[in-house]
């Protein structure tokens, strides 16, 4: 298992790793540079995001272009980048039990391969240059509106 990024959670995750003997099979990568994200979502089973609340889902959409499903908690900025039981699994937050039994969907690998392929199908309607003529759409038919 990776944990990647930083957080104040760290210590006390890489001592419960420790605690639960299971420190050897962890590893906490801390911060991943741009360059690498890719490669280490893409060679990732599964993204997991268990976070109260993001602004904007974009480490899921980045797991997404991967072909990597996410885990997430049911959090502002993580729906509207995850469809439930298609491209991966919103759980509440806080809750292991939901939690455990959608890493435990996720590991199955028709069900990964299933939902990694429709995360990269959807990942797909993010891209800039979509999102760029959306926006300039807009702007014309607020132009033409008056």
Do not use: N, Q
């Not at 980045?62 to 039981?85: F, I, K």
């Not at 990694?116 to 132009?143: I, P, T």
């Amino acid at each position: 298992m990776i944990v990647a990024g930083k957080g104040d959670a760290r210590k006390d995750l890489e001592e419960t790793a420790r605690r639960l003997g299971i420190g050897d099979r962890v590893r906490f990568a801390g911060f991943v540079p741009e360059d690498e994200k890719a490669e280490l979502l893409a060679r990732s089973w599964v993204h997991v995001l268990t976070s109260p609340r993001e602004g904007w889902g974009i480490a899921s959409l980045e797991a997404s272009a991967c072909g990597t499903p996410s885990v997430v908690s049911d959090s502002p900025g993580l729906r509207e980048t995850v469809r439930h039981g298609e491209t991966g699994v919103i759980v509440p937050h806080g809750d292991v039990e939901a939690l455990a039994g959608a890493l435990a969907r996720v590991m199955d690998p028709s069900e990964r391969d299933r939902m990694g392929k429709a995360a990269r199908e959807m990942a797909v309607g993010f891209s800039w240059d979509r999102v760029a003529d959306a926006v300039e759409g807009y702007l014309e038919s607020l132009a033409r509106a008056g």
